[in-house]
């Protein structure tokens, strides 16, 4: 079987759930990642541990991870913030994480409590001792394309806190429009500036769908030449430090949309708008898929 072309990194029950302001079941959780993981999704982001007072939603990070079955070839990523964060995904039985940080002053100080200096310092510890427990380390760059307080966001300052990730062992680095301003030439001139530094292989890209521009954001930066996609199921998402934000782009958009372009994914579309109607329906909201919806709908009349 040939290789998916486009990998896509699930962000739906960490970074769409981390703002639902009601406590989703930790069991709920479970069989949400459990379903994607189904689909064909080989990354599905699981859980944080972070401090339980700044996200209680990812409060049973322990449990979750617990409850999983995990599938051979499916990676479950999991957000540590620092070394006691690391060390907690480690006893529950994490085999990759993910660290972040922002291109913004700002906006890290409210995210992390820590300057972008400090937070990067904060990862040297946790490199070293997931490398010492073979446990694969992804980056985050957040704001990369607009701040909620700061604004403008100098290209400069994203390379260069990229760069620093990819330096210190990331094996891949995710630019993140946490508040989803970007438009596609920018989104594209970003990305294109971050991989004269960082081999294009190890980028991301991670959209927020604010202004409706995700999906022509990830065609620019897929044009461009990335390779991996974060997405969350139904649109679910937003960040509980960045206000105004919206969920992240649809993960069943972004499948539609490569698979138009002739672009694999190894994704069952079908299966995974099930998934997001079903977790919609769990959370009492609307999906903000509309491939997902207009593909329900359609099983549903011709059913
Ligand atoms: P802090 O208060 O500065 O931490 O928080 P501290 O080191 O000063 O420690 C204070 C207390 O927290 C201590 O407990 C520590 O033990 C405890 P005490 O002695 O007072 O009882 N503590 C912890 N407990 C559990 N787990 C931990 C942990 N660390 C310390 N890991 C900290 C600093 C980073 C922990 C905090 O600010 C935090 O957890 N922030 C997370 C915020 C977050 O999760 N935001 C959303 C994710 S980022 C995002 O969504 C963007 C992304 O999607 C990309 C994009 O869209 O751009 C990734
Ligand atoms: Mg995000």
């Known amino acids: 079987m040939s290789q998916p072309s486009i990998r896509i ?31 064909g999704l080989r990354t599905v982001e699981a859980t944080a541990f972070v401090h339980p007072k700044w996200v209680p939603q990812m409060a049973d990070a322990t449990e979750v991870m617990a409850g999983l079955d995990p599938r051979p ?31 913004s002053e700002a906006f890290n100080l409210k995210n992390t409590n820590a300057s972008i200096a400090d937070s990067l310092e904060r990862f040297r510890p946790v490199l070293a ?3 010492e427990a073979g446990v694969a380390v992804r980056g985050y760059v957040s704001t990369v394309l607009g701040c909620p307080y700061q604004g403008d966001v100098p290209v400069a300052d994203v390379v260069g806190v990229a760069t620093a990730l990819h330096e210190m062992g990331c094996y891949e680095v995710s630019l993140g429009d946490t508040i989803g301003v970007g438009t596609p030439r920018k989104a594209a001139a970003l990305l294109v500036a971050v991989a004269s530094q960082v081999p294009m292989a190890a980028l991301a890209v991670h959209f927020h769908d604010t202004w409706g521009q995700a999906l022509a954001n990830i065609l620019a930066c897929v044009e461009a030449g ?78």
């Open 9 to 39: 990194v699930e962000v739906g029950p960490r970074d769409g759930l981390q703002n639902e302001q009601t406590l989703v079941p930790t069991r709920t959780k479970i069989e949400l990642i459990d379903r994607l993981a189904a689909t």
């Open 73 to 103: 070839g499916v990676s479950y990523p999991v957000l540590v913030p620092n070394l006691q964060g690391l060390e907690r995904a480690l006893a529950a039985g994490a085999r990759e994480v993910a660290v972040f940080t922002a291109a």
């Open 129 to 131: 001792r997931a490398v």
């Open 226 to 303: 990335v390779r991996v996609v974060d997405s969350s199921v139904a649109g679910l998402g937003g960040c509980p430090y960045a206000r105004g934000a919206t969920g992240n782009v649809a993960t069943e958009d972004v499948v539609y949309m490569l698979d138009g372009l002739g672009l694999e994914t190894g994704v069952d579309l079908e299966a995974l708008a099930q998934v997001g109607g079903w977790i919609s329906a769990e959370l009492d909201r609307t999906s903000q898929s509309r491939a997902g919806r207009a593909l329900l709908a359609r099983a549903g009349s011709a059913g």
